[in-house]
């Protein structure tokens, strides 16, 4: 690795030159509402289609989010769209999108075309909330007056409100199919059934009058472990969840460190491994090595109602609100690295990444080495260091305003004489080996060539507009290109 691109330079100086540039969360949550075009807060749920899309329901309209722009369909602008206040969202494995109201049943969108369902068609109840799918491979949707199946342009009755109440179930992605009862988990997966007795603990959930769908969520891990939140009911509210796991046949209670109490709506797992929390009262919060921090009004978050997690294709994590839109979790990469970190100088200028991956840190009489979170401060005869560069045999060359030096097995040595004489100059501002092997410094006084035996300096005489370069990059087609000062 002779260098680094010129967006790269660019990107590491931006980084480095700026210490007001702080990262005080570990994650960057960037946020859409009705100021960047959503028709309404309120989102409930959000899925992907293959042509990249984001699809959000909310309750002024189905939307569709490119990541600039909302497409928003609703009654006065769509066929067949009965209403205008959606809940729940599907996608199909051919796009087809189904859309849960809360009064009007259900939309299908297909091939661009909106197509409404509701108890004419087979539905127990126009009120529709979860939709879901099982093994059998057909379509599910939750109503509040029982479990519908779809089945040929046709909805049928598959279970009453009060069995409906007592069950949830879910459909991982690994092919398992966990389903809860007021009595038992059970687990099918090939072809194979087992049924487990709950803890009481759990059991304690089905006394309650409110649909079990909602006071329990399922989570299936990337290890297979199936997690269960519960959230107990006060007179008034309903509070005070809990967070089991069940692995290799046996139930545990979770705890941790800053777990969360109140109602857990949904559960996911980034890219990470990171466990995350959507809650109604605490935010989202993540668990990191046994310990969960919160995200919410309080910190990072505008509000504490937390819906549905998604994860895209890119394993981005997204998330839904009850009022302030919709949030992508970004990792935060921006840090500053200043004396307060063990820099010696904090004026810094040059900074290359070497084939090892260290990064070195030009300053004023100083150079630094960064890797793994570790500074090293080497002192040098240098000043004000200007340019970096590791040659094709390891050799570290650094540029500064009094001439150029070399770094080889930890010790510095000045560049060869013939450098400084021919240059006439003692401000070297870029440095760059070519495919050749050749070197090229960019001086105050004109351009060097070196190829490690003797050096040549070229200026206005040899078709320099300027003298004075200041960069140098190779392109792919083989041509070196040199940026210099304006000729007045």
Partial sequence: MAGMSLLKKLFLSFCFCFPFITATAQYRFDQWTTDNGLPQNSVRRIVQTSDGYLWLTTLDGLVRF????????????????????????????????????????????????????TTVDGLPFNLSGQLKVKPDGHFYALTSDGLARFDADHFTRVSTRNELNQSNWLYASSGTFWEINKDSLSVEKNGQKFVFDLPPEIKT?????????????????????????????????????????????????????????????????????????????????????????????????ATNLIRKFFIDREGTLWFSTEDKGIYRVGEQIITSLSTKQGLAKKNVHPIFEDRAGAIWIGSTGALARYKGGKITNYKFFGLNAQSILEDRDGRLWIGTFNGVYYLENDKFYNAPEILRVKSGTVSIFDIHQDRNGILWFASANGLIRYDGESARLLTTADGLPQNSVNSIVQTGDGYLWFTTLVKQ
């Fill in 66 to 117: 490119d990541g600039v722009r909302f497409t928003v369909f609703n009654k006065f602008n769509s066929k067949n769209l009965p209403g205008n206040r959606f809940v729940d969202l599907f996608a199909e494995a051919d796009d087809t999108l189904w859309i849960s109201t809360e009064d009007q049943g259900l939309v299908r969108y297909r091939n661009g075309e909106f197509q409404s369902f």
């Fill in 205 to 301: 959930i089905f006394s309650s009058d409110y649909e079990f769908n909602f006071l329990v969520s399922l989570f299936e891990d990337r290890d297979g472990v199936l997690w269960i939140s519960t959230n107990s009911l006060g007179k008034t509210t309903i509070s005070s969840g809990r967070l089991f796991k069940f692995a290799d046949g046996k139930f545990s209670e979770f705890f941790a460190d800053g777990m969360p109490s109140s109602l857990v709506s949904d559960i996911t797992q980034d890219r990470h491994g990171n466990l995350w929390l959507a809650t109604f009262i605490d935010g989202v919060c993540r668990l990191s090595q046994n310990k969960f921090t919160c995200y919410n009004a309080e910190n990072e978050l």
